[in-house]
């Protein structure tokens, strides 16, 4: 049974079966619920609050799998890559003059093939896919990955009538685990980058944290062997190891990263393994 879920809602008959076994994987009950009529927002949060023990809830409706927080404050969050705000960041993002492009080293003719150790909810991995580069996603919170598989699912249907979408979910995938374990794998032996991006303590007040990264921190808490993971990666034979921060908080390692590229709130440290990378 998971610590902080105890419950898949579906109210979409049409994914019964796709929630089944998401609530399976999960070790969470399945309840399915005829919602006809609208629901204001408390009467919402009332209504499902009685089939949990806890404070949040999985729900599949008709627009997928969702983490519906439902204390203290009602609003939900799912990976979505086809969203409006996903849509601008593709077209009109700034492209390969990004931060976080330069931060991997994309080059006019040079997509660098990244693993993505920290997905989370995919939106990093997803920006770098659509620049170029195949990214290998690793994902350890289960119910994260759970989140990032059905994103990656409603993705995959939309792009069957949308060839450029197509071509950027060809190059993501998503593997389970941590990314230590990943390392030691032979996934490794073709990454030219490894990308980190773990959880860390947020000086913003909550209010300035967006909802899905409160909803990340509300599952995952900080990833407190941040350190670890990156001495991991250092040892490998990855040639660039990129740290991605809020610009407020310190560096994870004791080791000085080779340079920084530092943005409006966020910076990224990058650590060159071999001279010439
Ligand atoms: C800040 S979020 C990443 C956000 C992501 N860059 C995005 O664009 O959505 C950090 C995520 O990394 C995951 N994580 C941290 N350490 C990990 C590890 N060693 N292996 C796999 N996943 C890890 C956490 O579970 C969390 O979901």
Not at 101 to 115: E, L, Q, R
Request: charged letters at 25%.
């Amino acid at each position: 049974m998971n610590r902080l879920i105890d419950t898949l809602i579906c109210t979409d008959k049409a994914n019964k079966v796709l929630a089944e076994s998401y609530a399976k994987a999960l070790y969470v009950d399945l309840c399915e619920i005829d919602l006809s009529n609208e629901l204001s927002s408390k009467a919402f949060a009332k209504f499902f609050s009685d089939k949990t023990s806890k404070d949040c809830i999985l729900l599949m409706d008709e627009e997928g799998l969702h983490l519906q927080m439902l204390h203290p404050a009602v609003f939900k969050i799912q990976v979505n890559f086809v969203s409006s705000q996903m849509e601008y960041r593709r077209t009109k993002g700034g492209g390969s003059n990004q931060l976080i492009a330069k931060s991997v080293g994309i080059k006019p003719n040079f997509f660098p093939v990244v693993i993505d150790a920290t997905a989370g909810l995919g939106k990093d991995a997803f920006v770098l896919a659509s620049l170029g580069c195949n990214v290998t996603m690793a994902e350890r919170n289960s119910c994260v990955r759970l989140l990032l598989e059905d994103g990656l699912r409603r993705a995959n249907e939309v792009a069957k009538k949308n060839p450029e979408l197509k071509i950027i979910m060809e190059r993501l995938n998503l593997v389970s685990g941590d990314a230590k374990e990943l390392f030691q794998s032979q996934l490794i032996e073709s990454a030219e980058v490894i990308y980190l991006d773990p959880m860390f303590p947020h000086p913003e007040k909550r209010v300035l944290v967006k909802k899905d990264m409160q909803m990340l921190q509300f599952l995952v808490g900080e990833d407190e062997d941040s350190k670890c993971l990156l001495d991991s990666a250092l040892s490998t034979k990855v040639g660039r190891v990129v740290v991605k921060r809020s610009r407020k908080v310190n560096a994870i390692a004791s080791k000085q990263a080779s340079y920084v590229l530092k943005g409006k709130r966020n910076r990224y440290d990058i650590y060159l393994n071999h001279p010439n990378s």
